[in-house]
């Protein structure tokens, strides 16, 4: 299975996907205030994001870590 990462971290609603790249369907969905708490908590570094696209198994650890 591979993932697609859909993120608007920097727009004043942010958003945050996580898609099946074969199927298009939604693994995990965080609204505005999910991406802002996981940000404030670390478990979202934002510079990581914008240099390097995250590897499947990053994904998956991310999805399981907000209980998906």
């Known amino acids: 299975m591979k993932f697609i990462l859909d993120a608007w971290l920097d727009h004043s609603n942010a958003c945050l996907r996580i898609l099946d790249r074969d199927t298009g369907y939604e ?3 965080w609204d505005n205030q999910q991406v802002r708490s996981a940000i404030e908590s670390g478990l979202i570094n934002t510079v990581d ?3 390097h696209q995250p590897t499947d198994e990053e994904l998956l650890n991310l999805a399981a870590c907000m209980g998906h």
């Open 27 to 29: 693994i995990l969905s």
């Open 49 to 51: 994001l914008e240099q």
